[in-house]
């Protein structure tokens, strides 16, 4: 990359002509270096860029679709109480405006309150026996 810095235009030009056969847009110097280089390692690897960017274009899509067909988590209703004892003493838990009121401080997730009640990881829902309906 370093010694594309050091060409001029008309070399680029050339370069760009032979590693990615398509018109050079109007880009920054800095910017066609980083194209080139791009284009230039694929080529030596054998890898051809239209079926690499259609794979990656064929991930994005199925990621994009996974996340729609994920099931949402489960949420519960505002209002709703989880209480447990640990040690002796009994925690109480209360849903508030989509987190988690325990000793007067708001938590994002019952994990959080979890870890604070026993000083170790815990999943939250399996300390405060939540059941997950499937």
């Known amino acids: 990359m370093q010694q594309l810095k050091t060409l001029t235009n008309e070399q680029l030009v050339k370069i760009w002509a032979k590693y ?14 980083r194209y080139i280089t791009w284009y230039k390692q694929a080529y030596e690897n054998k890898i051809n860029p239209k079926h690499f960017f259609r794979r990656l274009a064929q991930a994005q899509k199925n990621l994009e679709q996974d996340t729609i067909n994920r099931p949402q988590e489960k ?60």
């Open 75 to 134: 949420t519960f209703p505002e209002g709703a109480c989880f209480v447990r004892s640990y040690k002796g003493i009994q925690y109480k838990v209360e849903v508030v405006s989509n987190s988690y009121l325990y000793n007067g401080q708001t938590y994002k997730s019952l994990s959080a309150i979890a870890r604070e009640i026993t000083g170790k990881q815990w999943n939250g829902k399996v300390f405060f026996g939540v059941k997950n309906d499937k």
């Open 20 to 33: 990615i056969k398509e018109p050079m847009p109007n880009l920054r110097k800095s910017l066609l270096i």
